[in-house]
């Protein structure tokens, strides 16, 4: 009988991988396997259900539409953060004032950002206050504001040194249309997107039924699941929209 140091390990193969049960383990990943890595790291939601849908689709479920779920969900939060920007008296937005640049010394060229030395926050109604974080920066960021193309006032705050207020005037028609004009676009790109999503999602159940890893019934449901969450998403973009227009058309 062998002694324990002389027991020889029992080992495994499998493809590229070497496994020591009974020893010390090792492990050994090819090239190929770590260039498929790197390549999941897409930025888009389309590249990201695209390469999941590449790798180990034989072990896949074809009701699984978790990816799609996540594509639309991701695009629909992106569009009602952008259009939720739009709605503070038409087109301005509190970002339009954070990244004025303000110059602290007079003759100077160095400039820092308006956002980085005080805090821009909408009041409601029309109204922003800007709340600096030391009281000689108050005369830089009002020159910066009277001096951008926003053609806004701010005015001292009777009761705080280190706060401006802003009174936010309406927007012209002209300004309503062209903010109106940008929520299209961004529902438009936001439509474009879920339906880039849906196509992802489409091609792998096609795929799935091609190689026969699933069968033409759960393939078919599937593919009925995947167009009603394709037409519940695409809904609730242009409901977004809707809700955005009538807001600036009040204003």
């Known amino acids: 009988m062998l002694s324990t140091s002389q027991k020889r390990p ?3 193969a499998h493809e590229n991988e070497t496994i020591s049960v009974a020893g010390p383990r090792t492990f050994s990943v090819s090239t190929t396997l770590l260039k498929k890595k790197e390549k999941s790291r ?3 939601i389309a590249d990201s259900q695209q390469t999941t849908a590449k790798a180990g689709v034989a072990t896949e479920d074809p ?3 978790s990816s799609l779920q996540a594509g ?4 629909v939060s992106r569009l009602r953060d952008d259009l939720s920007k739009l709605r503070i008296g038409g087109r301005f937005n509190t970002e339009s004032l954070e990244n004025l640049r303000v110059c602290l010394s007079k003759g100077s060229k160095d400039t820092l950002r308006l956002g980085d030395l005080a805090q821009v926050v909408p009041k409601g109604g ?3 206050t ?6 000689e920066h108050i005369k830089p960021v009002t020159s910066a504001i009277v001096s951008s193309n926003l053609s806004l006032t701010p005015q001292p705050d009777a009761h705080n040194a280190l706060q401006l207020n802003i009174l936010i005037p309406p927007p012209t028609k002209e300004l309503r249309d062209q903010t109106v004009a ?4 961004a529902m438009d790109k936001a439509a474009g997107a879920i339906r880039e999503s849906r196509s992802v999602a489409h091609k792998r159940l096609q795929d799935m039924q091609k190689k026969k890893i699933a069968r ?3 393939v078919r449901k599937a593919q009925d699941q995947m167009e009603k969450l394709t037409e519940r998403g695409q809904k609730e973009v242009k409901e977004l929209f809707d809700t955005t227009r009538k807001a600036l058309e009040r204003v």
């Open 182 to 185: 940008i929520a299209k676009a």
């Open 63 to 65: 009701y699984d539409l």
């Open 126 to 128: 029309r109204t922003v």
């Open 72 to 75: 639309i969900s991701t695009v």
């Open 216 to 218: 033409p019934d759960d």
């Open 10 to 12: 029992l080992l495994f």
């Open 130 to 135: 800007i709340l600096a974080s030391e009281e």
């Open 42 to 44: 897409g930025s888009s």
